[in-house]
């Protein structure tokens, strides 16, 4: 079964594939059908789609505070 990933405006996102800036990590802005990422390593911000998004995503980092 495949695991259904969780994630919220304001977590971390690790995703599989590194950015050209050589970060993983990413911190989602807008939820949606269209999520809005935001580079933890260079600022830049990018929108993909959740689906093609969730394929991505290695591991989810709860920012709860
Ligand atoms: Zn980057």
Same mark, same amino acid.
């Given at each position: ?7 919220? @405006?304001? *977590?971390? %996102?690790? %995703? ?17 059908? *269209? ?9 830049? *911000?990018? @929108? ?15 920012? *709860?505070?």
């Amino acid at each position: 079964m495949p695991e259904i990933i969780r994630f919220s @405006t304001g *977590d971390i %996102l690790e %995703l599989k594939k590194p950015h050209p800036c050589g970060s993983k990590q990413f911190r989602c802005e807008r939820g949606g059908s *269209d999520i809005r990422i935001v580079c933890i390593g260079c600022g830049r *911000d990018m @929108t993909i789609p959740r689906i093609k998004l969730e394929k991505s995503i290695k591991k989810v980092i709860k920012e *709860d505070s």
